[in-house]
Nanobody
Framework: QVQLVESGGGMVQAGGSLKLSCAAS????????MGWFRQTPGKEREFVAA????????NYADSVKGRFTISRDNAKNTMYLQMNSLKPEDTAVYYC??????????????????WGQGTQVTVSS
């Protein structure tokens, strides 16, 4: 069993930065692959970024590549999403997720077993 708790969301102006955190419970956190997704009204859940359990492999959506950085600190049972150069179109509810079994494609939401409650990110122009 894994529980995920997100924090760090808020309101910023375009061009600003935010850092999201996802704190996980469970001693096996370090063995789980992790990902970030986001969703806005009227849109499907969108893949943002993913990171393998070791931290060696990362993947980003084209829309955020070069601006967002995913990382994790297994000793602290925490995953992060550093968001820079934020744009109004980044406005969404951001969710963290954990996968207990290996999956080749971490961009698919249905591959994940555990989800956080979501945190709102609002970027104004």
């Amino acid at each position: 069993q894994v529980q995920l708790v997100e924090s760090g969301g808020g309101m910023v102006q375009a061009g600003g930065s935010l850092k999201l955190s996802c704190a996980a419970s469970g001693r096996t956190f370090s063995t789980y692959d992790m990902g970030w997704f986001r969703q806005t009204p009227g849109k499907e859940r969108e893949f943002v970024a993913a990171i393998r359990w070791s931290g060696a492999g990362t993947n980003y959506a084209d829309s955020v590549k070069g601006r967002f950085t995913i990382s994790r600190d297994n000793a602290k049972n925490t995953m992060y999403l550093q968001m820079n150069s934020l744009k109004p179109e980044d406005t969404a509810v951001y969710y963290c997720a954990a996968e207990k079994h290996y999956s080749r494609d971490l961009s698919a939401y249905y591959q994940y077993d555990y989800w956080g409650q979501g945190t709102q990110v609002t970027v104004s122009s």
